[in-house]
């Protein structure tokens, strides 16, 4: 059974830092795309990164680049996303997910994590 289990979240300052962890189990990590993504409350899900398999070829959104990294340890099977310079803007529920290619947020193709809490607020 394929699954992914996201970690990580938490309560952050402005200006703080969190890596969010998202572990593979029932397949290969490597072999897929996986994505991140987060929803704030009222908002629809948004993508925010997103790391190709093999090579991995990485993606972000305008708004988080220079700022996030994503990145793989395939011995772990996980993909972690480090967030830097955080801003309130940021809060939500981050999501991984899986697929065959970095398709955007609204596609069908993605299998899904639980998500992981952020909230970044003073």
């Known amino acids: 059974q394929k699954q992914l289990v996201e970690s990580g979240g938490d309560l952050v300052q402005p200006g703080g830092s969190l890596r969010l962890s998202c572990t593979a189990s029932?397949?290969?990590?490597?072999?897929?795309?996986i994505g991140w993504f987060r929803q704030a409350p009222g908002k629809e899900r948004e993508g925010v990164s997103c790391?190709?398999?093999?090579?991995?070829?990485?993606h972000y959104t305008d708004s988080v680049k220079g700022r996030f990294t994503v990145s793989k340890d395939n011995a772990k099977n996980t993909v972690y996303l480090q967030m830097n310079s955080l801003k309130p803007e940021d809060t939500g529920v981050y999501y991984c997910?899986?697929?065959?290619?970095?398709?955007?947020?609204?596609?069908?193709?993605?299998?899904w994590g639980q998500g992981t809490q952020v909230t970044v607020s003073s």
């Open positions: 997910a899986a697929s065959d290619m970095c398709y955007g947020a609204k596609s069908p193709l993605w299998s």
């Open positions: 029932g397949f290969i990590a490597d072999a897929f795309a």
């Open positions: 790391i190709n398999s093999g090579v991995g070829s990485t």
